[in-house]
T-cell receptor, first 114, second 113 residues
Framework: AQSVTQLGSHVSVSEGALVLLRCNYS??????LFWYVQYPNQGLQLLLK??????LVKGINGFEAEFKKSETSFHLTKPSAHMSDAAEYFC????????????FGSGTQLTVLP | KAGVTQTPRYLIKTRGQQVTLSCSPI?????VSWYQQTPGQGLQFLFE???????NKGNFPGRFSGRQFSNSRSEMNVSTLELGDSALYLC????????????FGPGTRLTVT
């Protein structure tokens, strides 16, 4: 069975500092990987995805993530945090095939300090 | 393009009642999935519909059901509501084919009293 682990349910960074949110997956087959962001009282917004090809993927709002098969990781980074980045972030996986069942991590609440 | 829309946004029901939630996917998207989000269990997959057929189902009791119409709009029904069904219900649409990313609506906040 596949699962997703997000290390750190709460992460605080100062404005302008590096953002690093960790995600590890367990799957015998490299899955498709996604990061979503959720602002209060809203749905999920897709930040970026890895399906095939380049392992370093860039997303919206300056975020990027690198798929490392050997480490089964897909960590999310942003060089310089902005106050507007404060939100909850979810890592998710989906196995290739016809099904589109997303399996989510438990989420990381990002706080940006002034 | 307009995004995924869900109606209603907020709903309060009494235990034992039933409820129907609606989702309109992004134009041209044929796959619609439903997820339940709660503080205790996080985000959990309910089911996926593609071309009016349920293609995949999560580990939820039979009280949770859904359907998809020919225009790809989808409804989700929960019968005999329990207090534990209080949650944010999220609908997501996807084009289908070799595209796997899903785009979420704002959700319906269901409160069962």
């Amino acid at each position: 069975a596949q699962s997703v682990t997000q290390l750190g349910s709460h992460v605080s960074v100062s404005e302008g500092a590096l953002v690093l949110l960790r995600c590890n997956y367990s799957s015998s087959v490299p899955p498709y990987l996604f990061w979503y962001v959720q602002y209060p009282n809203q749905g999920l917004q897709l930040l970026l995805k890895y399906t095939t090809g380049a392992t370093l993927v860039k997303g919206i709002n300056g975020f990027e993530a690198e798929f490392k098969k050997s480490e089964t990781s897909f960590h999310l980074t942003k060089p310089s945090a902005h106050m507007s980045d404060a939100a909850e972030y979810f890592c998710a996986v989906i196995l290739s095939g016809s099904a589109r069942q997303l399996t989510f991590g438990s989420g990381t609440q990002l706080t940006v300090l002034p | 393009k307009a995004g995924v829309t869900q109606t209603p946004r907020y709903l309060i029901k009494t235990r034992g009642q039933q409820v129907t939630l609606s989702c309109s996917p992004i134009s041209g998207h044929r796959s619609v999935s439903w997820y339940q989000q709660t503080p205790g269990q996080g985000l959990q997959f309910l089911f996926e519909y593609f071309s009016e057929t349920q293609r995949n189902k999560g580990n939820f009791p039979g009280r949770f059901s859904g359907r998809q119409f020919s225009n790809s709009r989808s409804e989700m029904n929960v019968s005999t509501l329990e207090l534990g069904d209080s949650a944010l219900y999220l609908c997501a649409s996807s084009p289908g084919g070799v595209v796997y990313e899903q785009y979420f609506g704002p959700g319906t906040r269901l409160t069962v009293t």
